[in-house]
């Protein structure tokens, strides 16, 4: 194993209202090294929260996230030692987490030189190693993000990722800003890189269907807490929490079509205030299959069969 | 088309006012009276310009040079603005993408929906009653509290409701809808999905539904047209549009999808290069750049729309030929 996530909580407190959000409740995971983790779940569920803690942006309430034995704060911090950087994060919007007055050569460069990667006079040519990697033209050294198209500027967010040559990569919704026909081709990018450098992605989104075109494993998260885990095929073909039926029935699919009943209301209501979090299991207010004890007893994950587990009573 | 017409939208062209820069180029469609048309293109394809023109909203800087927009016996396009005013809302209303920037933050909900029923004839007793009974139909929970409540009080799904309350209000024949749900989750989406289609039948009402997730119309219209660098490049019905595309867009857009159910997981065929945009186009097909099957004449001839039945192709060398 090689990321692992244990038993990790993370508060925020509201100051104003001197009340507490509960992002994150006990979330487990472990992930081989090489493989792909898909997370996916609603806005509010704490998937954008928990890849600021596997980068390390932010320090987990409670709990432990390691990267092959060493604490991801360390591993980071050691990183300067070890001229490298373990984690790496890539954005949703390639037009806000670029400098507009930056040349796109430069924002690759920065990042090799405050690594200290490479020597200073192979600095221009691991720019263009990285450039080509990603699939663009050596020529775009010389542009402004604003003179790149959306598909682009991705491209030269995920070089600038893989400039401090990470080992593990957190995608957060990283096509979902793009238009459709040019998010195939990202995709696909990815999917390159992960053979090409062997790298590990912990993949977020909202979107199944990315989420089961590139994921070994895939999450499903609700309101701070995984409430089902396995392989794609399982979690996806074969889903067994009352949520991520729900979830997939309410997916657009354009295999289907001309069926207005498909359009059926799925699920009743909306995502519960994370401040005041339901008792018993948490999806229990709009699950169809609830009974009594689910407004009591809260749902920890349990295997149902090989690998594959699922916070849910009636599962 | 076997209903009768309730919108003609002809030739239109939408250019910009200093330097002009064409936008949208010789855009026709019609919607039948009941009928739902969806619009399905990527950022950039004219498809909110053209639906924005129906009903007088062109931001400045933006115009309309040429065609009409026929609604009932009308022509839209030149009425002025007080002969517009009296259409929007009323017999053509609209839904906008972000709710919170089309409702407003310091006005209670209540005085906000009475106020599009007092701009339109004005207010009688039984207006409030008509209030009410709207917001409980777009599902809103304690709709007296609601009333007294702010925008800001309310979720990002309910405040779409509340939107489509508004819209509803005056029982328009046509209702917009801009990508209403684009910024909501899947399964509040979902719910969307369904007031919206529900709410259609109960009233027989036509619709203009704009999108760029070919998911989300699948099943909730009756005709789709697919907007490409400015044009209306293919239009039919849904089957048709899904099963047996003819614009070879249209057919690479669908297979870039990835399906979210089956067992296997192929490679995404996915369409090199970016979109074209409408102005520099000229005189060829705006997708010719990228399209397989491109040939001389696609980079110096614009293709013109074939109509079949009730089906219409810009391409020359359209899949499963003409």
């Not at chain 1, 924002?107 to 720019?127: G, P, Q």
């Not at chain 1, 491209?155 to 990722?161: G, L």
């Not at chain 2, 684009?182 to 007031?195: E, F, H, R």
């Not at chain 2, 297979?255 to 074209?276: A, D, H, K, Q």
């Amino acid at each position: 194993m090689s990321l692992e996530i244990k038993d990790v909580e993370k508060l925020y407190k509201i100051v104003s209202t001197d009340t507490v959000i509960h992002a994150l409740n006990g979330i487990d995971i472990s992930l081989p090294a090489g493989k792909t983790l898909g997370i996916v779940g609603e806005s509010g569920c704490g998937k954008s929260t928990l890849a600021r803690l596997v980068t390390g942006l932010e320090a987990p309430y409670q709990g432990s996230i390691t990267w092959k034995g060493l604490p991801i704060h360390d591993v980071n911090k050691g990183s300067f030692s070890t001229k490298k950087s373990v984690v790496q994060l890539v954005f949703q919007d390639p037009y806000s987490s670029l400098n507009p007055r930056q040349r796109i050569g430069d924002a690759i460069s920065e990042i090799i030189t405050v690594h200290n990667l490479v020597e200073k006079n192979m600095v221009e040519t691991r720019v263009s190693e990285l450039l080509s990697l990603v699939g663009l033209a050596d020529d775009l050294k010389n542009r402004y993000p604003h003179q790149l198209s959306g598909g682009q500027r991705q491209r030269v967010s995920i070089a600038r990722a893989l400039a401090a040559e990470p080992s593990l990569l957190v995608l957060d919704e990283p096509v979902s800003a793009l238009d459709v026909s040019v998010r195939a081709e990202v995709m696909n990018l990815l999917l390159d890189l992960r053979a090409k450098l062997g790298l590990t992605y912990i993949f977020i989104s909202h979107d199944l269907a990315m989420i089961r075109y590139i994921s070994d494993l895939v999450a499903v998260m609700y309101l701070g807490k995984i409430v089902e885990f396995g392989s794609w095929e399982q979690v996806i073909n074969d889903p067994q929490h009352p949520y991520t039926q729900a979830l997939i029935q309410a997916m657009p699919d354009h295999t289907v079509i001309g069926n207005p009943e498909s359009l059926a209301k799925t699920l009743e209501g909306e995502v519960p205030d994370p401040v005041n979090l339901p008792t018993g299991c948490a999806f229990h207010l709009r699950c169809v299959k609830a009974t009594p004890a689910c407004a009591v007893e809260p749902q920890s994950l349990r295997e149902i069969s090989s690998n594959h587990l699922v916070a849910c009573m009636e599962a | 088309m076997t209903q009768p017409l309730l919108l003609s939208v002809k030739d239109l062209g939408i250019s910009t006012v200093q330097d002009p820069r064409t936008l949208v180029n010789q855009v026709s469609f019609d919607i039948g009276l009941g009928e739902a048309v969806g619009v399905v293109g990527e950022s950039g394809s004219g498809k909110t310009l053209s639906a924005l023109s129906i009903l007088g909203l062109l931001p400045r800087g933006v115009e309309v040079v040429s065609g009409s927009v026929t609604f009932k016996d009308k022509n839209l396009l030149t009425l002025n603005n007080e002969e517009l005013r009296k259409i929007r809302g009323n017999e053509i209303a609209m839904i906008y993408q972000d709710p919170m920037t089309a409702l407003n933050p310091v006005m209670k909900l209540g005085k906000q929906l009475l106020e599009v029923i007092a701009s339109h004839g004005g207010i009688n007793e039984s207006s409030q009653n008509q209030v009410r009974a709207l917001l409980s139909e777009v599902g809103i929970p304690d709709v007296n509290r609601a009333m007294e409540s702010y925008p800001h009080e309310f979720s990002g799904g309910m405040r779409q409701r509340i939107m489509i309350a508004m819209a509803l209000l005056l029982s328009p024949q046509l209702l917009i809808a801009d990508e209403p749900t684009t910024a909501l989750d899947v399964t509040i989406q979902q719910q969307i999905l369904a007031l919206v289609s529900e709410a259609r039948k109960k009233r027989n009402m036509s619709m203009l539904w704009i999108t760029h997730d070919l998911g989300v119309v699948a099943n909730l219209v009756d005709r789709l047209n697919v907007m490409y660098a400015g044009r209306i490049v293919e239009s039919g019905t849904v089957e048709e549009i899904f099963r047996k595309p003819k614009h070879p867009y249209t057919a690479g857009l669908l297979s870039s999808l990835p399906t979210s159910t089956g067992t296997n997981r192929e490679r995404l065929t996915s369409i090199s290069g970016v979109p074209e945009k409408p102005w520099l186009v000229g005189n060829s097909c705006g997708f010719a750049a990228r399209c397989s099957r491109a040939q001389a004449r696609c980079h110096s001839e614009v293709p013109p729309t074939v109509i079949t039945d009730n089906s219409s192709v810009a391409c020359f060398f359209p899949l499963g030929g003409n």
